[in-house]
């Protein structure tokens, strides 16, 4: 296995010769023909995301608490504890898609919004983007959403962290990764206090 001594070090992009797009029931597939910097031609085969992507919003009524929600998942066919998350609509901008979504799933606003980052469901074949907000300075207010049942929505401390990894009932990745780089933020303020 080759590797580098700097692990940011420069890369070539390979060269994208064609892209081929054809819709498969409610997705885009393309395959896209690849030249790397090596002259080696590939061809990948890659999901195309419909709409804006999505957002995680991790809401915090305080600096150690972020507010999870408790909704059924029809994937792993039981109730799993997670952010509130959902999709960008139309030509609605990322935080005001992190605002609406709070409001419908937690019954919170937030006078605070920042995006912190993105994350890729998974990077080596989806296009598909979910952006990682945090949310700050809430107030009560519920908008109506299309959940099939009202969310429970659980406190977590922060500190708590290494207990909720652990959690049968915690697995989405979206989830966990979003709590941690929120964490190294809420961190990293208080450092520089």
Same mark, same amino acid.
Not at 46 to 53: M, N, P, T, V
Not at 101 to 123: D, I, M, N, Y
């Given at each position: ?78 109730? %799993? @504890?997670? !952010?509130?998350?959902?999709?960008? *609509? +139309? ?8 605002? =609406? $979504? ?60 290494? %207990? @909720?990894? !652990?959690?049968?009932?915690?697995? *989405? +990745? ?8 929120? =964490? $190294? ?9």
């Amino acid at each position: 296995m080759a590797h580098s001594d700097s692990p940011d070090r420069p890369l070539i992009p390979p060269v994208i010769h064609r892209v081929r797009a054809r819709e498969e029931a409610d997705r885009i597939v393309e395959t896209v023909d690849l030249e790397f910097s090596n002259g080696e031609r590939r061809l990948y085969s890659r999901i195309r995301a419909r709409g804006q992507g999505a957002v995680i919003i991790a809401a915090m009524p305080d600096p150690e608490t972020v507010l999870l929600v408790r909704e059924y998942a029809c994937g792993v066919e039981r109730y %799993e @504890l997670g !952010l509130p998350k959902g999709r960008i *609509d +139309g030509d609605e901008g990322v935080l005001a898609a992190a605002d =609406r $979504e709070l409001k419908e799933e937690v019954g919170f606003g937030a006078r605070t919004l920042t995006q912190l980052r993105s994350l890729s469901l998974a990077p080596n074949y989806m296009t598909h983007q979910a952006y990682v907000v945090l949310a700050e300075d809430l107030y009560p207010e519920r908008l109506p959403g299309d959940e099939p049942e009202e969310l429970e929505v659980v406190p977590w401390k922060l500190d708590a962290l290494d %207990e @909720l990894v !652990l959690r049968e009932d915690c697995s *989405d +990745g979206r989830s966990l990764a979003a709590l941690f780089v929120v =964490r $190294e933020v809420v961190r990293a303020r208080g450092a520089c206090a």
